[in-house]
């Protein structure tokens, strides 16, 4: 299967880290944060990477190149302004092939391993639901949650106990097929439509997850990845 790493932000909140360096590769433990995504998935066997892009977007091709260095093959859908989540993956919707795929937001650390999307992509395509979602614990900075999994498996934000989506997901491209290529649009209306249809799934991940979103968050996964190495 093909897997996309988001990594198109701007990275507002991590100023002035990211002035003159893209978030994705910002250092953490020794290497960019983005080739920590690289290596998992080569370890997953998931060596087919798309890589979208924007500000200081070629930055990013110079480092990681072909992705050969890394044990994957790596291609790029470059955007001229940020897409959004879900304009990002529908514009790159051609070099990820009509099966299912994994999205892993590039700004975010989580020890789920992405071996398991290979048995959650041929579910989908079994079932003819539309995406699989990981779910993880509400973080202090996001205390009211994104979307329940009920006791079925299906994911609904109207009812139960709201957890926070990890920006990791397992997507089939027909939930994009409506999605204007080239266009900016998110990501939540296209699940929570799915979701009123019960074509969205998901699981609770209740390890490590950490949304590396400011310069504290960046600080406390190096201290936490530097203690383990």
């Known amino acids: 299967m093909r897997a996309m790493i988001l990594a198109a932000g701007r990275g507002e909140r ?3 880290l990211t002035d003159h360096l893209p978030k994705p590769l910002l250092p953490v433990a020794g290497k960019p944060l ?6 998992k998935l080569a370890t997953a066997g998931i060596t087919d990477v798309v890589i979208n892009h924007a500000w200081l977007g070629q930055k990013i091709e110079d480092l990681l190149g072909d992705g050969s260095a890394f044990g994957v093959r790596i291609q790029y859908s470059p955007e001229t302004v940020a897409l959004e989540t879900a304009g990002g993956i529908a514009t790159a919707g051609p070099l990820l092939g009509p099966e299912p795929f994994l999205v892993i937001n ?3 650390w989580c ?3 992405p071996i398991a ?3 959650i992509a041929q579910e989908l395509a079994r079932t003819k ?3 699989w979602l990981l779910l993880v614990e509400n973080p202090e900075h996001h205390p009211q949650g994104d979307f329940a999994r ?3 498996g299906h994911l609904s934000d109207q009812t139960g106990m709201l957890k ?6 397992v997507y089939q491209p027909a939930l994009f097929a409506d999605t204007a290529i080239g266009q900016p649009a998110k990501l939540a209306p296209l699940l929570r439509a799915a979701m009123t249809e019960k074509k969205i799934i998901g699981d609770l991940h209740e390890s490590f997850w950490l949304d590396v979103g400011t310069p504290e968050r960046l600080a406390a996964l190096e201290y936490r990845l530097k203690q383990q190495l």
């Open 14 to 16: 991590m100023r002035p």
């Open 34 to 39: 983005i080739v920590w995504h690289l290596e």
């Open 106 to 108: 590039g700004d975010i």
């Open 111 to 113: 020890d789920w391993n």
């Open 117 to 119: 999307a290979h048995a």
């Open 129 to 131: 639901h539309l995406a």
């Open 150 to 152: 009920l006791e079925d």
């Open 164 to 169: 926070t989506f990890s920006g990791i997901g």
